[in-house]
């Protein structure tokens, strides 16, 4: 006989091969959600092919010792179009997705953190992005910021057993939009647990851990972890998902959003839905890289 935990991870897998199934029928990326793993950018899992890379320059300023110019170098961000803006006979232009280009072609730092604020109608929450970990995805976000793409979003998506995260950073509110490009993986915790501890910050994905796009979820509450059929514990999150930074202020806001529990339009799985306590990103910004 099943218990109340498994009868809530079976329906939040079910719902999200569900969404999975309406977007394309890939029974690849429907496998992938299991575990009561996160929706991410369902738009892109539409794309099986990549065009139009994007590479990031390398440089940075010239070291004296091998050991020094290794520790300085500047990450290398590859930088993916995403075919579904134009779109083909199998896969319709996608109108939830944001033409951003992408990032410039620039030295992206590899050390130090950078301050991500989001202003929203709850609070203040402030992010320290870990740009020594995560160098292509911090210069993502300081890129985003800089075109206003949070700006006057919601966090579209709640959930409260199993997984204990706020999702947001789609403009469409849908859980499918995003930019027009992706990027690699990178800051995997697999060698840690919890693996996504209460305060982290990590990149939402479709299903494909190196289809990032601007998705992004704030764990509030630590991801507990559970028998498999083994009866070895496993986590109920994946590490599949880029760790970006932590909450630095405001983790105490989204505990509160999440403790006020969602408007669920799904019966089969009434912990995951929108927030009944509305999260409005405002404005978001990112500043300078720090030592």
Request: hydrophobic content about 35%.
């Amino acid at each position: 006989m099943t218990n109340l935990k498994d009868r809530q991870r079976a329906a939040a897998r079910a719902r999200l091969e569900r969404e999975m199934a309406a977007r394309q029928g890939n029974a690849a990326h429907r496998r992938r959600r299991r575990n009561g793993i996160l929706g991410g950018i369902g738009v892109l899992a539409v794309i099986g092919v990549v065009v139009g890379i994007v590479v990031s320059t390398t440089g940075g300023t010239p070291a004296k010792t091998p050991a020094a110019a290794a520790s300085q170098a500047a990450a290398k961000c590859t930088w993916t179009t995403n075919p579904a803006l134009k779109g083909d006979a199998q896969n319709p232009v996608d109108k939830q997705l944001v033409n951003t280009g992408p990032p410039p072609l620039t030295t992206v730092p590899h050390n130090g953190t950078q301050q991500m604020t989001l202003n929203t109608s709850q609070g203040k929450i402030v992010i320290t992005l870990n740009v020594s970990k995560a160098p292509c995805s911090a210069e993502s976000m300081s890129f985003l910021t800089g075109k206003k793409f949070f700006d006057n979003t919601k966090c579209h998506r709640l959930t409260t057993a199993g997984i204990f995260v706020l999702q947001c950073g789609d403009p469409s509110a849908t859980g499918m939009g995003g930019p027009s490009y992706t990027y690699a993986s990178e800051n995997l915790p697999t060698d840690q647990q919890p693996n996504y501890p209460a305060g982290v910050v990590a990149m939402a994905n479709p299903g494909n851990k190196d289809l990032n796009g601007s998705q992004f979820f704030i764990v509030y509450q630590d991801t507990p972890e559970t028998a498999d059929e083994t009866g070895a514990m496993q986590s109920n999150l994946t590490s599949d998902y880029t760790i970006i930074g932590t909450v630095t202020t405001g983790l105490d806001i989204v505990q509160k959003v999440g403790k006020a529990g969602v408007i669920s339009t799904d019966k089969a799985d009434p912990n995951d839905g929108a927030p009944k306590l509305p999260v409005n990103i405002k404005t978001a910004t990112v500043g300078t890289v720090q030592p």
